[in-house]
């Protein structure tokens, strides 16, 4: 059973910085791509930003694009979420994810990471 656990979130003023980690046992993401997403209470959890497995394309949400940046270290088996210029709007649990070839999510969801940004 692979377990995700999400990292590195807190309290941060608007125009700060945070750096996600997220780790999976047991080699698990390096064939996957890997996704990060985020939920606010009563809300869906929504896609944040993802990166290929092969090449280390990624692709981003429009509300995160330019700000977040997205990387992976296969060798670790850990993807990581560099967030910068934070808005209160970012505000929300941060989780990790891998995706299969169909879109699907591919693990259970781990426990993830609070940002708080505050204005």
């Known amino acids: 059973q692979v377990q995700l656990v999400e990292s590195g979130g807190g309290l941060v003023q608007a125009g700060g910085s945070l750096r996600l980690s997220c780790a999976a046992s047991?080699?698990?993401?390096?064939?996957?791509?890997v996704a990060w997403f985020r939920q606010t209470p009563g809300q869906e959890r929504e896609f944040v930003a993802a990166?290929?497995?092969?090449?280390?394309?990624?692709v981003y949400s429009d509300a995160v694009k330019g700000r977040f940046t997205i990387s992976r270290d296969n060798a670790k088996d850990t993807v990581y979420l560099q967030m910068n210029n934070l808005k209160p709007e970012d505000t929300a649990v941060y989780y990790c994810?891998?995706?299969?070839?169909?879109?699907?999510?591919?693990?259970?969801w781990g426990q993830g990471t609070q940002v708080t940004v505050s204005s």
């Open positions: 994810n891998a995706m299969n070839s169909a879109g699907r999510i591919v693990f259970a």
């Open positions: 047991g080699s698990a993401f390096s064939l996957y791509v």
């Open positions: 990166s290929d497995a092969n090449t280390g394309n990624a």
